[in-house]
């Protein structure tokens, strides 16, 4: 390999690393947003996200539905 003497891939790498190019820094933000974007996505399509407020209508419909069920078993 041309690592020592001609710029091989390690030294290519460090150099778009280090660089501190507008180019290079603008690339690795783009890079690092797909990495965590991309994902984030595709787990949350199709999802609607309820607020507070939901969950405790929900929540209070499921305990008053329990509780009217046990209290018609012991009847």
């Given at each position: 390999?041309?690592?020592?003497?001609?710029?091989?891939?390690r030294a290519r790498?460090?150099?778009?690393?280090?660089?501190?190019?507008?180019?290079?820094?603008?690339?690795?933000?783009?890079?690092?947003?797909?990495?965590?974007?991309?994902?984030?996505?595709?787990?949350?399509?199709?999802?609607?996200?309820?607020?507070?407020?939901?969950?405790?209508?929900?929540?209070?419909?499921?305990?008053?539905?329990?509780?009217?069920?046990?209290?018609?078993?012991?009847?």
């Amino acid at each position: 390999m041309a690592e020592n003497g001609g710029g091989g891939f390690r030294a290519r790498v460090d150099h778009f690393l280090y660089s501190g190019e507008k180019k290079h820094v603008l690339a690795g933000i783009a890079l690092v947003g797909v990495v965590f974007v991309v994902p984030w996505f595709f787990m949350n399509r199709g999802t609607t996200h309820s607020s507070h407020q939901d969950y405790m209508e929900k929540a209070d419909k499921a305990r008053s539905e329990r509780l009217s069920s046990s209290a018609s078993s012991f009847k």
